[in-house]
């Protein structure tokens, strides 16, 4: 494994897990992690707990104002305001990682909730400090920049330094305790029956075929989140082979290179992944 990522420049941490079993395998599996885009699993989680406790209606409908916007992709992007339901926001949080939705759907179930879910899983090496405009606003903050515009054109060490790519100061996890809260969702461990269906059903709409996808066959269902911000690419998720073994892996990656497109690093999720897979299924 050290040589798979070595070969793609980059750190990696890995963990991968039977589901149904107690076979692993492990790189730096217990390290602490920068979690970037992937916090958004414990976000939608704690949606589908509040939703089968009838705590919030699925069809309740939020809008999305201009201030929930940073002209990235989905919702994040539109020209105009909109208003969307709770499980339409879900959908475009996990299925093309839609910062806009992200942000309204954890103002109405609250990231101390979410957090406080994390440590009734005993997942306690797993939090979040915020939403994405938390994230991204350290940022330009931490930079003196008015744009991401500007932040990108900054000197790559100062890029280095900020607090969105350092697990202490930023939504952090390890790779061991993403798989273990995966492997929970999927054996209805994680919260009501009815809760963690609708979690594998929406992480099952993910459109990125270009990182965990990639080291897998049409027949195998692959359920994941990405995760990406400068010097840091990650995806988290759950394969399923058509004899019923399921695998839970988490692959998180520091690659030496802050470019915005990394093919090598991208690839190098779904090579590493199969791999941990093929031992597993040995």
Known sequence: ????????????????????????????????????????????????????????SRTERLPLTMEHRDGG????????????????????MMSMSDN?????????????????????????????????????????TELGAGS????????????????????????ASTPRETTTMLARIWRDEAG???????VRQIMGRQIWPHRLSSGFGDDVRVSGKTGTIFGIRNEAGVVEYPDG????????????SLGLRLPAADAVIGAAARRAVDELRG
């Open 245 to 256: 073994r399921r695998y839970a892996v988490a692959v998180f990656l520091r690659p030496r």
């Open 148 to 171: 991401w515009e500007e932040a990108e054109q900054v000197d790559p060490e100062r890029l280095r330094a900020l607090s969105v790519l350092d697990p202490a100061r930023t939504s």
């Open 192 to 198: 009501p029956a009815e809760a963690c269906a609708e």
């Open 73 to 92: 992709i989905g919702t994040s992007g539109c020209a105009d305001e909109i208003e969307l339901s709770l499980r339409d926001l879900a959908h475009f």
């Open 1 to 56: 494994m050290r040589e798979l990522f070595e070969a793609a420049d980059v750190e990696g941490f890995l963990h991968a897990r039977e589901i149904d079993g107690e076979r692993e395998v492990c790189h730096r599996a217990d390290d602490p992690v920068v979690l970037a885009s992937v916090f958004k699993i414990p976000i939608v989680l704690e949606y589908a707990r509040q939703a089968a406790a009838g705590l919030i």
């Open 100 to 140: 806009a939705a992200t942000d309204a759907l954890l103002e109405k179930v609250g990231v101390e909730r979410v957090n406080a879910t994390l440590a009734e899983l005993g997942l306690t090496r797993t939090h979040l400090i915020g939403d994405c405009r938390v994230l991204l606003g350290t940022v330009l």
